[in-house]
């Protein structure tokens, strides 16, 4: 945990953050101590008045007077399902098409080229998207992908696409976008890989058959085992450490190595560093590569 959640003192009762349901230092810590423990976040102080909002919903939907009963609640058996809708309520989802531009450029220049080639010649190609929010990311790494292989889903080619929050896997899994979100993307690869389809009454962008094709969306908590069992030859982890603290952040770089394929990369996002020297290379901005002979 980090040293900025200091343990309650005195004034036990006193409101942490004024509003309609009494939300105590102690509600704070024991809801920073479940994300910590469920999704390896680490809350600081300064975010209580985001707590506060993100779950006042949660406790009117419920019917719960106090964020003491709510904290009971979700720390109890019967709160299971709670403890999920906490999680995801208190996950940032920010994403968009393309975030980043550099590394899309890297991976389609530097590393897909080898790939396609691999590809072609009938040899597995693997990218996971790891902690994919509502799938721009993996739909991204996909678009890239059939501009330089356009027959890509022709081959054992595959985007994993994972993240802990169930509601933003099944967005990305229906891959229906509105025009705002498309907006990153080239018109030429949005008008050749994407359809026009009606989300409600409004015109949106759909991802089409082939972008669907290459990815595969699963729920992955990345603090629990990990399923798979093949290796990746990029893996894009982008925004999604920042909010674990140092010790957890080296744990995740720890296990990705042994994850990829000789000279593998791994993408992370523009505030984040990998601090595992001796398993990674620079490769350009916030962008590594498995070194020779190291797992
Ligand atoms: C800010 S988004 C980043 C999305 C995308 N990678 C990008 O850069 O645009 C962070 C994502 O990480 C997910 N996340 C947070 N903790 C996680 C964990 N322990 N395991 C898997 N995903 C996690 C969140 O649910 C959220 O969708």
Redesign the pocket.
């Known amino acids: 945990m980090t040293t900025a959640i200091r343990p309650a003192t005195g004034a036990r009762q006193q409101a942490l953050v004024e509003g309609e349901f009494l939300f105590t230092n102690d509600d704070f810590l024991s809801i920073a101590r479940m994300l910590y423990d469920?999704?390896?976040?680490a809350l600081t102080e300064s975010k209580a008045s985001l707590v506060y909002s993100r779950l006042a919903k949660r406790l009117r939907a419920l019917g719960l007077e106090s964020f003491r009963d709510y904290c009971k609640f979700v720390g109890g058996s019967e709160g299971v399902g709670e403890r999920q809708n906490m999680?995801?309520a208190l996950?940032?989802?920010?994403?968009?098409y393309f975030?980043?531009p550099h590394h899309f450029e890297h991976l389609k220049t530097r590393v897909l080229p080898e790939l396609a080639t691999r590809a072609r010649a009938r040899g597995r190609v693997r990218i996971w998207?790891?902690?994919?929010?509502?799938g721009?990311?993996p739909y991204s790494i996909a678009l890239t992908l059939l501009d330089i292989l356009p027959d890509a889903a022709q081959y054992d080619v595959r985007i994993l696409a994972?993240?802990?929050?169930p509601n933003?896997v099944a967005t990305g899994r229906a891959g229906v976008y509105s025009d705002e979100a498309v907006q990153p993307v080239p018109t030429a690869l949005r008008d050749r890989w994407m359809v026009r389809v009606k989300d409600g009454a409004r015109d949106a962008w759909g991802a089409g058959e082939e972008m669907r094709r290459l990815v595969s969306f699963r729920e992955?908590?990345?603090?629990?085992n990990w399923p798979m069992k093949g290796r990746f030859d990029a893996i894009?982890?982008?925004?999604?450490?920042?909010?674990?603290d140092e010790a957890t952040q080296a744990r995740i770089w720890a296990r990705f190595g042994p994850l990829l394929n000789p000279g593998g990369r791994l993408y992370v996002?523009h505030s984040e560093r990998v601090t595992d020297m001796a398993r990674f290379e620079t490769d350009g901005l916030t962008t590594y590569r498995l070194r020779d002979g190291v797992r």
């Open positions: 469920d999704a390896g976040i999680l995801a996950t940032t989802n920010v994403t968009r975030r980043e998207s790891a902690g994919c929010s509502t721009q990311e994972t993240d802990i929050d933003v992955l908590n990345l603090m629990g894009f982890c982008r925004n999604v450490v920042i909010y674990f996002g």
